[in-house]
T-cell receptor, first 116, second 112 residues
Framework: SAVISQKPSRDICQRGTSLTIQCQVDSQVTMMFWYRQQPGQSLTLIATANQGSEATYESGFVIDKFPISRPNLTFSTLTVSNMSPEDSSIYLC?????????????FGPGTRLTVL | RKEVEQDPGPFNVPEGATVAFNCTYSNSASQSFFWYRQDCRKEPKLLMSVYSSGNEDGRFTAQLNRASQYISLLIRDSKLSDSATYLCVVTPSNFGNEKLTFGTGTRLTIIP
């Protein structure tokens, strides 16, 4: 499986500010995804990061709030804009593996965000 | 009804025992199924893919029942290191580029 890193690993931010989270993979991957895991909850897909085109957002998530970049096949960023305490969560990027079942996904270590 | 449902537990099981938990899914068109393991304050890690014929990996056995729309995970001879939250994941397609839907997880604690 690919080695995935995320920066920052954690941050505490003030309401109304924005934070950009980086996801770096050690090999080229076609599919990259961004998830959110709120306290005590399971993972919810925010969007699929598409290389060379706009990200595909899931219902309930919009580009103005969560702009995503995917400049190449090894890197993506997620920005959490105009943050509120409700955005406190763990944000994880994932990549799709190339095993027998193509939608096996492997996750980065996550970014733990606390908004005050 | 939730797309993927799991008993949240916690399951408190003595070391060496066998434990099993199920996960039900609502979309009968679901094609791919996985069990992920998530340790406290860590990212989810793929434990097993679940194949139609069922599959075994060491002490872990996964089964799929399409008629009743559930998958199961059996852990034999449980170890302290098996303590974690186990996430059931389904997706509608085998062809990649499909949304993974996660259950809320079942928390397992192995007691010495």
């Amino acid at each position: 499986s690919a080695v995935i890193s995320q920066k920052p690993s954690r941050d505490i931010c003030q309401r109304g500010t924005s934070l950009t989270i980086q996801c770096q993979v050690d090999s080229q991957v076609t599919m990259m995804f961004w998830y959110r895991q709120q306290p005590g909850q399971s993972l919810t897909l925010i969007a699929t990061a598409n290389q060379g085109s706009e990200a595909t957002y899931e219902s309930g998530f919009v580009i103005d709030k969560f702009p995503i970049s995917r400049p190449n096949l090894t890197f993506s960023t997620l920005t959490v804009s105009n943050m509120s305490p409700e955005d406190s969560s763990i944000y994880l990027c994932s990549v799709e593996g190339s095993g027998l079942l193509y939608n096996e996904q492997f996750f980065g270590p996550g970014t733990r965000l606390t908004v005050l | 009804r939730k797309e993927v449902e799991q008993d949240p537990g916690p399951f408190n099981v003595p070391e060496g025992a066998t434990v099993a938990f199920n996960c039900t899914y609502s979309n009968s068109a679901s094609q791919s199924f996985f069990w992920y393991r998530q340790d406290c304050r860590k990212e989810p890690k793929l434990l097993m893919s679940v194949y139609s014929s069922g599959n075994e990996d060491g002490r872990f056995t996964a089964q799929l029942n399409r008629a009743s729309q559930y998958i199961s995970l059996l852990i034999r001879d449980s170890k302290l290191s098996d303590s974690a939250t186990y996430l059931c994941v389904v997706t509608p397609s085998n062809f990649g580029n499909e949304k993974l839907t996660f259950g809320t997880g079942t928390r397992l604690t192995i007691i010495p």
